[in-house]
Nanobody, 123 residues
Framework: VQLVESGGGLVQAGGSLSVSCTAS?????????MGWYRQRPGKERELVAT???????NYANSLKDRFTISRDRLANMVYLQMNSLKPEDTAVYYC?????????????????WGQGTQVTVSS
């Protein structure tokens, strides 16, 4: 599965920005969840939000009031709407897909990552 993000950029504090991710390639039908992670300067990669094929969303507690994740299953896309952005939201935002393949021998799980899109929030 290949993931391509788009929509990052520069925004002023208090503004909004949306990023999107498109999944393609072999295995897209085996995606069980998609989501967003971010890596802020000098920090480790951290969860932003995930959403399952059933539409169940999970957010980082500190972000759930400002960020909204959504998914278009038919288009194999996931979106992240970010509102009331703060300078500390500046990060590279990575799209993630969790993939599970069922075979006669059992199940195997894989992760796929996009290359990331830069979001910069100016003060």
């Amino acid at each position: 599965v290949q993931l391509v993000e788009s929509g990052g950029g520069l925004v002023q504090a208090g503004g909004s920005l949306s990023v999107s991710c498109t999944a393609s390639g072999r295995g897209v039908d085996n995606i069980v969840a998609m989501g967003w992670y971010r890596q802020r300067p000098g920090k480790e990669r951290e969860l932003v939000a995930t959403i399952t094929t059933g539409g169940s969303a999970n957010y980082a507690n500190s972000l759930k009031d400002r960020f909204t994740i959504s998914r278009d299953r038919l288009a194999n896309m996931v979106y992240l709407q970010m509102n009331s952005l703060k300078p500390e939201d500046t990060a590279v935002y990575y799209c993630h897909a969790a993939i599970t393949v069922h075979t006669i021998e059992g199940s195997s799980s894989f992760d796929s990552w996009g290359q990331g899109t830069q979001v910069t929030v100016s003060s």
